[in-house]
């Protein structure tokens, strides 16, 4: 998945990104098959990618910082009591 988190949202970078999971696929559709349907729905792409980049949404889909009781939880299936010790 490294190589997708250099994909800027343009079209040429989405273009490469769609054909990079197209060849992963296997048996996916034919470059020229792919292509003609990617500039098919690219202006529609592209116009809600564009009013994402507009909007106050986050930049970053990071988890936000977890205290480390909630990762205890999680990880060990306990729930921390007043009678252990707390983490």
Not at 18 to 26: F, Q, R
Not at 40 to 52: A, G, T, V, Y
Not at 58 to 84: C, H, K
């Amino acid at each position: 998945m490294a190589q997708f988190q250099a994909a800027e949202s343009n079209r040429e970078d989405t273009l490469a990104l769609v054909k990079s999971i197209n060849l992963a696929l296997g048996e996916g559709l034919s470059d020229a098959l792919l292509v003609r349907t990617f500039d098919r729905f690219w202006p529609d792409l592209e116009s809600q990618l564009k009013l994402i980049e507009s909007s106050n949404a986050p930049r970053s889909f990071a988890d936000p910082p977890r205290n480390l009781n909630s990762f205890a939880v999680e990880l060990m299936g306990i729930e921390p009591t007043a009678s252990r010790v707390r983490f």
